[in-house]
């Protein structure tokens, strides 16, 4: 019962992190890998709210929220449209966002203190005898929310249909009369504020360090290559899949073991199926 | 002339086209345009320890080496084999590991364990990276990416090879002259070796390879196999600067797989300019040693390089080598559309 509990506790705080990612790879096939360096500034600027200036957690948030988006599309405005479709090139730009962020962070004192955000509503419950902090519940409800918006957006929505004809046929979706890099920067805008409301919803379960960074994109990663990089169910079972492995490691064999999963998982999945899990874009292609 | 009316208009200098072919011999003038860069970068390298102040800068050049036979490794997998390898510290890594092993516990002496770790370590690194070798472009880049990462945590994980604390103790150099001089030829001897390898017929497969590989495929030549053989050859290089590293600083440990060892040498690479080899090395000049004045500011030294390739790969995705060669070997002048 605790396996099952904390297991889609883990999977839905991976697929928030990972809804980010696959969106804006999915969306603008830009793979942004300054995403957990948003993550984590996300972090920062609600403690800054918070602690510092004294707003109310719910205005910090959403501040949070809109810096992060606005950081998103700046990336992408002044960056990343430079080097749109060499695929080399935007990884390697993009990481180099993201670690210029993190080590930037680092140096400017962000470090050795400890940095908290209290949690939305202290105090726990116990569930069928396994004692879950309120917080973590409302992760779940929260998580569940986000899926169920992105999919209505992305299905019901001017924007959101624009998006997917986007990632489907670039081409096609110009002669429509889409304008591929608005969207692109909308989709990059829209990661990145998924990444900061992954991290205010998931920081405060504990601290905010610039290592989390690193570990945030390895999940992200992770839960985007199995389940297939720009599929949305995919990536939704695959963070489910890599959530119960991560606790089942945690439980059987120790936390050491928990980013090993993670790795190994990458490493199989791109050898035996690189498209993914459920990822049918470009199949033949991508592999010779 | 109004900007929009004039381009610039590039010719080859009426020297490069002399020397071009076998008449180069004909006058000194020539030998000499052809020689001369070859020769500063190679007297240059060789002259490098004796002008160096003191013990630190010394350090500094086999530092700069060791990046510098990594940036090689890069380079010639991501520009002639069209595999871009993010996971330059799993060579580093198994190189360093490999000596470090043999040379603490069955105790083989520093001149065997350089060549047999480079050997034995490419042989690893080419089995490890076997089974993604038909993956190719961001796949790749991320699975290699990966690899240090995944090697790091195993280790940690499993408590083998010393765990968190590595393996102190290991021999050093017998000097620091035979150090040097040891990495700098190694630098000069694989540079213009790869430049020799890549103009051979199986040079010309690899390029093959990374241009259109289903031609390749259709010639009836195996990609794997001429991936796994690149990959050897560029792990060699990996493994025998992670092997000379750990006899360096006698020390190995899972610091060794840690991040600047990819991230050095692919800026290094950027800023020199792909696909010439000799960039990289140069731009290892540049990089080693801004970051060893960087020491002091710590962490700040990684955010710094990120900004540097940053702007090199969106800004000037050239490199300086490319733009040398230009301005040598050519010249420029504004013509009328």
Known sequence: MQILIYGTINSIALTLMALGFALVYGISRVPNFAHGAIYVVAGF???TCLKALGLSYFLSALIAILITGVIGAMIYRFMLIRVRGMAISEIIASYAIGLAILEGLRWGGFKGMTYTLPLFIPGSVNLAGVPVDIHRLLLIGIGAAVIVLLWLFTHYTRIGLALRGMAQDERAALMLGIDSDLMALLATAFGSMLAGLAAIVLLP??????????????LAIAVCIVGGLGSWM???LAAFLIGFAQILTVVYLGSHYQMVVALLAIIFTLILRP??????QKELEERV | MAKADRRKERLDRGIKVRSDGIYALLSWRELAYLVLPRLVLIVGLLVLPLVMPSLYWQRVISNVCLYALLALSFDFLAHYVGLVSLGGALFIGVGAYIAALLNKYLGFSIILTIPIASIAGAAICTLLLLPCLPLRGVYFAIVSLMYPLAAMRIIEALNIFGGTDGIMGIDSFPSSWAEQYFVIVMVLLFLFGLRRLVNLDIGLVFRGVKDNDQA???SGMSITYYKSVAVFIASIMGCLAGACLTHIYMFSGISLFALDFSILPIAATVIGGGGTLAGPVIGCFILVPISELLREFGTLRIAFYAVILMAFIVFKSEGLMVYGQRKYHQFERWVKI
């Open chain 1, 205 to 218: 379960l504990g601290n905010i360090v610039v290592e989390a960074g690193y570990n945030v994109l390895i």
């Open chain 1, 234 to 236: 995919g990536a939704v």
């Open chain 2, 216 to 218: 390749v495929r259709a």
């Open chain 1, 45 to 47: 600027i609600t403690w």
């Open chain 1, 275 to 280: 498209s993914g899990l459920f990822g049918q």
